[in-house]
C-alpha cells in the first residue's frame, strides 16, 4: 500500500511558477512509476507528466512541454512537479499517481487545487 498527499497548490497569477510535491509513504517507492494528471473544471482527468523509476525516463502532454518539469527523490520518496509560465488553462486539481506493471496496482493522492488568474 502507497499513500501518497499533493502539496505546493494554490494561486498564482499567469505567466508565475508554482512547485507541487507528492510524498509517497510505503513501501518501495522507487519501484514505482509517478506521474501528474490534473483535473479541470467539467473536464476528464488528464495525463500531464510521468516519470520513470530512475529518474531518467520522463513523459509529457504536448501542452505542457517546455513549461512543466517532472522529477523525484528517491532517497525521500517524493516527486515533484515544477510548473513555470503557467497559464489560466493549466487551472485544474493535480492529482500524484504511483502506478507498477507487476503485479498491477495503481495508488492516488487527494488532489490539490492550482488555479492561473489572467
Known amino acids: 500500500q502507497v499513500q501518497l498527499v499533493e502539496s505546493g497548490g494554490g494561486l498564482v497569477q499567469a505567466g508565475g511558477s508554482l512547485r507541487l510535491s507528492c510524498a509517497a509513504s510505503?513501501?518501495?517507492?522507487?519501484?514505482?512509476?509517478m506521474a501528474w494528471f490534473r483535473q479541470a473544471p467539467g473536464k476528464e482527468r488528464e495525463f500531464v507528466a510521468s516519470i520513470g523509476w530512475s529518474g531518467e525516463s520522463t513523459y509529457y502532454t504536448d501542452s505542457v512541454k517546455g513549461r512543466f518539469t517532472i522529477s523525484r527523490d528517491n532517497a525521500n520518496n517524493t516527486v515533484y512537479l515544477q510548473m513555470n509560465s503557467l497559464k489560466p488553462e493549466d487551472t485544474a486539481v493535480y492529482y500524484c499517481?504511483?502506478?507498477?506493471?507487476?503485479?498491477?496496482?495503481?495508488?492516488w493522492g487527494k488532489g490539490i487545487l492550482v488555479t492561473v488568474s489572467s
Open positions: 510505503g513501501r518501495a517507492f522507487s519501484s514505482y512509476v
Open positions: 499517481n504511483a502506478a507498477k506493471a507487476t503485479p498491477k496496482v495503481d495508488y
